[in-house]
């Protein structure tokens, strides 16, 4: 079996576990819940394997690399990343309500990686470019920094929920977090996020400038990256310093991670040297 | 003057205000967009044929072509930089005082009100728990205080109070970075030049302007190689590079994509390549008559007799795409030749047709044997002397954001009172960010104080 194989089966695991997280908050029950705990789980286990796989894979080719090179590689570890960040959450809160937002989330990033016939799952040779030791911290920071945002929205989509209709401890709604831990949840992940895109960006910088002598160039993607940080700065300062709570919180955040999205996937229909991320 | 003091107090307090903070960084993510949208520093007659006459005319006077250099976006830049020293001068000083306090205050009361409150009830007098009290709650923190009260005691302690000054460390980075950023366009620049191989330069072209950039050493491209993946993307490119100061070579580096060479302060980067004509090839002239074939190396211009005496065969140089009767034949050599006697005769040596002069049906038919396939490499050349201030500020940034999201002030309060032949213990803290973090400092301390 090799790594793309492994991984499409990883794609359904994670919709299995979305589909228990969603049974659990619909019908009430907990053994679902434990359960989408477990398989989601499996699924990380796997998706890190079919990592370290493909990996190897590209060894054995003699063209190794980290396998972070394309589109394709960054959806597969990003899914892996909002996998664990969401299972740290799942522990650290004790409530898997929240997953029946985020599994999703993992689940559809796998499922584009893998059916989306845009996008190629061949290891590919690196290109001259993106050989660099830079490539891995750059990625992973960034990859860190955008599951966090991810699941910040996920979580701001909670609170939006939960914030618009009366408590009621019995419904569904009653069972998810109070809204005050939401709201600290989302402001906790959103400066994890905005911390690690701060160190992506800046590892980009530092990157280019040792590839095309420039650190700032303004190219769609770096000011993309600008334009999302500059709204999670907004925000931060709206917090922090004007004491901005709940729902305008929850507005920013979901605004923020539609700039993140449009920094991976909108550029690639922009002209600019980033093109590697698209295919 | 009081009329100057009273327009400062304005100014000073426009700039204060975090609302302004927030509007501009939402006005600089908004108006970022308007670059990534529309391409920048093109020739004018794509935007004339993108957009049509009348709207290049409108973006042209808003500067959307050279979007992050316009005057407005470069305003914002600047009413941002006013506005994150105004805000950190003006609260600067009072967390500097509060920071650097010698005896920080306590005040029992306001830890008793707190909602992270937790108390519970220890066997013993208050007075035989005190000193391993004072280690326990010592040891997490960096300053404790005990004050004896009536009916017992009190330990205060905290920690990490300096962190309250990460903030103006993120806001001194920002600083920095814009200060590399002005150093580096003032004093440096960002020019390239095309090399061909063998060739050398002690000029290079400005990015996105019509100037030149002289340099004060010569670069000498002695040597270009480019290999392919199977795929036939390329692998690597590599060009081997001298530097040399008065004629004389003083440095010799191969260099490839993210491996530049700097000398002197100046960088240089490989950054692209393309094939040049060839200058030289071998052509094979078989005789018809006699069958024999003869090869010979031929430079572009160069002039040579025919074997046997058929003449005279100019090569007269390379086209990359030649044309044979409205056919398309690609890459050809040509050349002249000139018989013993008859009119001379100019034919094609396509590449890709080695025996088109068979066409010809001359008494000697020629063909390209092989030729030297030249490139010319493409480096970036730059200077920026305000790189390191430009690191500076990342290194700051990124320290500066660690503590100000992940490192609080710590606070807590230890009371242990009298009751009966017991003590009641209270313990309460703050922090001033992440109280959810605190929470657990306080579960994790009474864990030791209840043992």
Known sequence: MNSSNLLSIITFVYGLAAFLYIASLVFKRSLPGKLASVVLLTGAIGNAAGIILRWQESYKLGIGHAPLSNLYESLVFFALTIAVFYLIIERKYKNRIIGSFIAPLAFLTMAYASLSPNISDQIQPLLPALKSNWLIAHVIACFIGYSAFALAFGISLVYLIKQNRKEDSDSILGRLPSVNVLNELNYQLIMFGFLFLTVGIITGAVWANSAWGRYWGWDPKETWSLITWFVYATLLHARMMRGWDGKRIAYLSIVGFMAVLFTYFGVNYLPGLHSYGSQ | ?451
């Open chain 2, 1 to 451: 003057m009081r009329y100057l003091q009273s327009y400062f107090n304005e100014l000073w307090k426009f700039f204060v205000s975090v609302k302004l903070s927030i509007s501009l960084l939402l006005s600089l993510a908004a108006t970022s967009i308007i670059g990534t949208v529309i391409p920048q520093n093109k020739n004018p007659a794509e935007y004339v044929k993108a957009f049509g006459d009348f709207f290049y005319r409108l973006f042209d006077v808003f500067d959307f072509f050279d979007m992050y250099q316009s005057w407005w976006f470069q305003m914002l830049i600047i009413l941002l930089l006013i506005n994150i020293i105004v805000c950190s001068i003006d609260r600067l000083s009072k967390t500097w005082k509060i920071t650097f306090v010698k005896n920080p205050k306590f005040n029992v009361s306001r830890f008793r009100t707190l909602s992270n409150k937790e108390e519970f009830i220890k066997d013993g007098a208050p007075e035989q728990l005190k000193s391993i009290y004072e280690t326990i709650v010592s040891k997490g923190f960096g300053y404790s205080r005990t004050e004896d009260t009536e009916k017992g005691f009190c330990i205060f302690a905290e920690k990490w109070r300096w962190t309250r000054l990460g903030v103006y460390v993120v806001h001194l980075s920002i600083i920095l970075l814009l200060i590399g950023a002005v150093i580096g366009s003032n004093f440096g620049f960002d020019g390239f030049v095309n090399i061909p191989e063998g060739k050398g330069v002690k000029s290079v072209r400005i990015s996105n302007s019509a100037e030149t950039h002289p340099l004060d050493f010569e670069i000498r491209c002695d040597d270009f190689n480019v290999t392919f993946y199977e795929s036939g993307a390329p692998k690597e490119f590599r060009s081997s590079l001298t530097i040399l100061e008065n004629s004389k070579p003083v440095l010799q580096k191969n260099i490839i994509v993210n491996d530049p060479l700097r000398y002197k302060g100046i960088n240089i980067f490989q950054s692209s390549y393309g094939p040049l004509p060839p200058e030289e090839v071998t052509l094979k002239f078989t005789i018809k008559e006699s069958g024999i074939s003869y090869v010979k190396k031929l430079l572009i211009g160069q002039q040579i007799s025919i074997p046997e005496g058929l003449g005279t065969f100019v090569l007269k140089g390379f086209t990359k795409s030649a044309a044979f009767r409205g056919h398309a034949i690609g890459e050809s050599f040509i050349g002249v030749i000139e018989p013993a006697n008859g009119k001379s005769n100019e034919i094609m040596l396509p590449l890709r047709f080695p025996s088109f002069d068979d066409m010809r049906k001359g008494d000697v038919l020629v063909s390209v044997e092989g030729y030297k396939e030249k490139y010319y490499t493409g480096l970036q050349v730059t200077k920026d002397p305000g790189v390191w201030v430009v690191y500076a500020g990342f290194i700051f940034m990124i320290i500066g954001c660690f503590i100000t999201f992940f490192i609080s002030h710590q606070r807590i309060c230890v009371e242990a009172v009298k009751s009966g032949n017991k003590t009641k213990v209270m313990i309460a803290g703050t922090s001033n960010k992440n109280k959810l973090g605190m929470e657990s400092v306080i579960a994790r301390i009474i864990k030791r104080l209840n043992r």
